[in-house]
């Protein structure tokens, strides 16, 4: 059973910042391509931001920027920095592990833009 554990979710004001984390097992952080989507009330599921294992990193549009993703190697930690954050940031963001058909998700940290 593969774990995606995140944290960093929560309230914060419109224009502030938030940043989330995932851990995982080794072999995985090190092996997969491991990336941030959320969902939104109502929509579908989306892709924030991906990184390789080594270092190629993408974005969606909405978010460059003002997020960074990150691998903190020594941890096994994926990060995400939010910076500026708009109330259409709001959703349930979840950590992704993908190498071919294998495909893992975290449980999901909610995050609300909100004054």
């Known amino acids: 059973q593969v774990q995606l554990v995140e944290s960093g979710g929560g309230l914060v004001q419109p224009g502030g910042s938030r940043r989330l984390s995932c851990a995982t097992a080794?072999?995985?952080?090190?092996?997969?391509?491991l990336g941030w989507y959320r969902q939104a009330p109502g929509k579908q599921r989306e892709l924030v931001a991906s990184?390789?294992?080594?270092?190629?990193?993408n974005y969606a549009d909405s978010v460059k920027g003002r997020f960074t993703i990150s691998r903190d190697n020594a941890k096994n930690t994926l990060n995400l920095q939010m910076n500026s954050l708009k109330p259409e940031d709001t959703a349930v963001y979840y950590c992704?592990?993908?190498?071919?058909?294998?495909?893992?998700w975290g449980q999901g940290t909610q995050v609300t833009v909100s004054s």
């Open positions: 080794r072999n995985i952080f090190s092996n997969y391509v």
């Open positions: 990184i390789t294992s080594n270092g190629r990193t």
């Open positions: 992704n592990a993908l190498s071919g058909f294998r495909n893992f």
